[in-house]
């Protein structure tokens, strides 16, 4: 295991300040810090590669910001970052560079890194994945029967699933018309069975994705994905329906795939970092090779923006670094992730593994205990559906969540006055989670004195609203660039790997036990405990009925 020191943050002076500024500034209110400085939304908006933040919802001031980049600059955020830019294996459990920074570099770029040129690897993999799909999207790749592919079915999970899925839906408009993609990713039968329901084996493409290409999930379904498409086929059809996206030539080749049509990637890039690499090989044959390279300019601009811009103006660097406020100092433990497009509906889903598998830890790098709290937890849903839903506890409840509201200004449907009325409903719930409502509000409205209480809004939910003037292949690589790299300073910050995910791996060894004995019918592994063999019982006494 490689070593790199960790400062604990909580022993640093900029601690300290902020624990201050958190019983002034953080325990103070939003709506006094808004009407008490016109310029506020100017001073705390910011604005990089085409996505804007405004910050003037936060429980801040220009004492907060300082005291935060101090933290940054004790706990050696900026040097952290331009180690992980230059290659180096800041990923230190499993002693790897952390390089998805490098999917998006320009082609003439060069970062040599153990000895090798990642840049030019990566443009050939890009090339050939080009190649591929765009044969796929023109009809001059056929199936074993001589017909066009209609369907793609993406297998895999995690990270070779969501970065993907959720590109899908949120390209919708500039995928091809004549190709639908499907994402398969559960190991319950259900969810290939009913994929593999509507599709005619004929016409259909399947995807294995998996880093590894060892992960349970996805090995199961792709060998009941084979099994159906031989059924219908036959054995020599299995080269013109299955192609791979892994870093194990050994095990591709290992499952009958022609490793020909093998798209590689490298142990550098993170399942969760990875919609960029060949695991994106269903989002370009959706958007075509172009739009991929749109998609990769869009990450880019964010990259060069992180490793670039002043402390001050850098927007995932304020990002993180207000996630950290919100989480340490004010003690808010959660953020929803409110999308007002339905375009970003996978979008939450997607951040719930890029942000918790990375920064869910409780030992820093050094492998000592931590000593601040640590990975919030994000989850969310597409507004206004969440308005009709959760909305209540985020108004009212008495937990505070912090929101983070993504409005995009145009839509291609150009129906003028719908998007306005969600764009309106994003900006009143921007207004009344920050600002709420007093007793003297609801009262002078003439409510009844009884319901005064159950109208009063305390407000004071930390807010930011992102903006982006279009959802495109460009902009949506630049607004996941800028959430990986606010998930790679709160994890910095706190001195923990964010790149590791070694919690997952237990669950699986678990399941591997109790799916032996499933398989033979009882509960007789006594490793496992009273609790898990009942179940198990009683599991095997209902399958049977
Ligand atoms: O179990 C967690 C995990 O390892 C994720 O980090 C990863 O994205 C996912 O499983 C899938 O892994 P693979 O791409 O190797 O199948």
New binding site residues.
Partial sequence: MTKIAAVDPTETAAWSKLHALAGTVGAGSIRSLIDADAARPATLSREAAGVGADFSRQRIDAAVVAALLELAAETGVLALRDAMLAGVHINTTEDRAVLHTALRLPRDATLVVDGVDVVAEVHDVLDRMAAFSTEVRSGAWTGATGERITDVVNI?????DLGPAMAYVAMQHYRHPAITCHFVSNVDPADIGEVLAALDPATTLFII????FT?LE?MTNAAAARAWLVEALGDDAVARHFVAVSTNAAEVAGFGIDTSHMYGFWDWVG??YSMDSAIGLSTMIAIGSDGFEQMLAGFHAMDEHFRTAPALENLPLLMGLLSVWNRDFLQVPTTAVLPYSQYLARFPAYLQQLTM?SNGKSVRRDGSPVSCDTGGIYWGEPGTNGQHSFYQLLHQGTSTVACDLIVVARTPHGLGSQQDMLVANALAQAAVLSRGRTAEEVSADGTDAALVPHKVMPGNRPTTVFMIEELTPRTLGSLIALYEHSVFVQGAVWGINSFD?WG?ELGKKVALSILADLEAGSATDATLDASTRADMERYLRLRRR
């Fill in positions: 895999g999970i995690g990270g070779s994705a998996s880093k590894t992960t996805t399942g969760r598998e995910q997952v």
